[in-house]
């Protein structure tokens, strides 16, 4: 099955710094990479997503960005806030799976004001 | 549109009882997903629904660990008997297609 790596655990910047996290995946068939976002007491909630036939993506002050041939994705975090401490999760999946997803270990960050 | 609703929302039990968790996924959302984070560990796959069928549980851990899905709308996840192991969050998932939405999760500790 698929498996996940994700790094680092844990992540502490100074405020409008910015967070880098980085994820490999095994399965070469993964076609989907969502990033959750889950706060303190929240739900993971899907905060960017990225499928493998694009390398970047952007959303405001967050970016993805996946390397196909070496099987791993990243999330960059610009300008950080105090909002954005919170636990990160990546994940792989692949369509013909029904999306089912793998997830790595998570990265606790905390933006330092 | 009401999100992953999950039942209950803590529950703390001794080693050797029974306790079922709840799932009821979003409206019309055939793929519903039970996933468990253990003391800070990954987010890891117990299995997968699809409507009332079950399309993958090679995650459950074990014959303790019971999922049903009647009818193909709420989900409940039972385990029988509880082992201190089994403490973590259980978190639901549904998804129509790609996106996955989160419930909020069960904390089950066993004591």
């Known amino acids: 099955g698929e498996n996940v790596e994700q790094h680092p655990s844990t992540l502490s910047v100074q405020e409008g710094d910015s967070a880098v996290i980085k994820c490999t995946y095994s399965d070469s068939a993964s076609n989907y990479f969502p990033w959750y976002k889950q706060e303190l007491g929240k739900r993971p909630q899907l905060i960017i997503d990225?499928?493998?036939?694009?390398g970047e993506k952007k959303d405001q002050r967050i970016a993805v960005t996946l390397n196909k041939t070496a099987k791993h994705f990243s999330l960059h975090i610009t300008e950080t806030q105090p909002e954005d401490s919170a636990v990160y999760f990546c994940a792989a999946s692949i369509r013909s799976n029904d999306y089912k997803l793998s997830f790595g270990a998570g990265t606790t960050v905390t933006v330092r004001a | 549109e009401a999100g992953v609703t999950q039942f209950p929302s803590h529950s703390v039990i001794e080693k050797g009882q029974t306790v079922t968790l709840r799932c009821d996924p979003i409206s019309g959302h055939d793929n519903l997903y039970w996933y468990r984070r253990v003391m800070g560990k990954e987010i890891k796959f117990l299995l997968h629904?699809?409507?009332?069928?079950?399309?993958?549980e090679s995650g459950m851990p074990n014959n303790r660990f019971l999922a049903e899905r009647t009818g193909g709308t709420y989900s409940t996840l039972k385990v029988q008997p509880a082992e201190l192991e089994d403490s973590g969050v259980y978190f639901c998932a549904s998804s129509h297609q790609a996106e996955a939405f989160f419930g909020q999760g069960t904390r089950l500790t066993v004591v």
């Open positions: 990225i499928r493998s036939n694009v």
């Open positions: 629904f699809v409507k009332e069928s079950k399309q993958d």
